[in-house]
């Protein structure tokens, strides 16, 4: 479609690859469903959500099992932890809508999924939450109890003006690290084991530079340092036989990883370290 764009790409090696394809929008749906359901030859895609309202759109997709955690975390920084389990999401088809994971105050809208693996160390995982003036926290993920869904959720981060409004929310590990970029093009690459642990209602600290007409508008794990790719032993290029790029309307379509054509160098990322600035304002 012209107005489609790509949320998301995941590299799988097949489609046994993981039970579940979990899907979330930003009205707070999330669906479960077979990630075998997804197994289609088809260049033009096939419905992987159908929207309950036109202005909805996919904010993230994750391979999950039944004994994952979810965690959504808003723009206006609450968040929600939830079992993946049957009982609390159960199994659906592609085209449907899902059911609702988080519930928002007026003017909020969802903004990250996460999943949190089954037999994970929370003490050793943090919730690594940003705003766009580059502020930035980490929190364990221990702090963040599990719920049912379809509540308003708990503080995620305290936000106000000065500071600036959430732009991600990432499960990080302390060998991580996260891109960040800049409305004005810039990327920054910064370790997250440079921003001190705080607790969940609290407002971080100064993560990136931004200039006055600056703002982080996105972030993302460095690939090459998360835990799944050290666990796998293996080149980030090399992950994938099969990708999977979800667009943020509806459909998914697969194609074979090693097919693309090679992407221009990019421009060397710049290290931001954090400054620990008082959190009493």
Known sequence: MPEEEIAQVLAIRDYDASPYLLLATKRGLVKKTALSLYDSPRQAGIIAVNFRDDD????????????????????????????????????????????????FRTGDELLSMSVIRAGMEEDHRHVFTVTDGGFAKRTRVSEYRQQGRGGLGIKAMKLNEDRGSLVGGLVVTDNDEVIAIKASGQITRSAVAEVPIKGRDTMGVRFIGVGDKDAVVVIALNPETTSEVAELGTDVSELGTEVRAIGDSTSAVGGDGGSAEAAPAAQPASTDGAVEEDDSE
């Open 56 to 103: 909805d759109e996919l904010i993230g997709a994750e391979l999950c099992s039944a004994d994952d955690e979810v965690l959504l975390i808003s723009r206006k920084g609450q968040a929600i932890r939830f079992p993946a389990d049957d009982d609390e999401l159960r199994p659906m088809g592609r085209a449907t809508s899902g059911v609702t994971g988080m519930k």
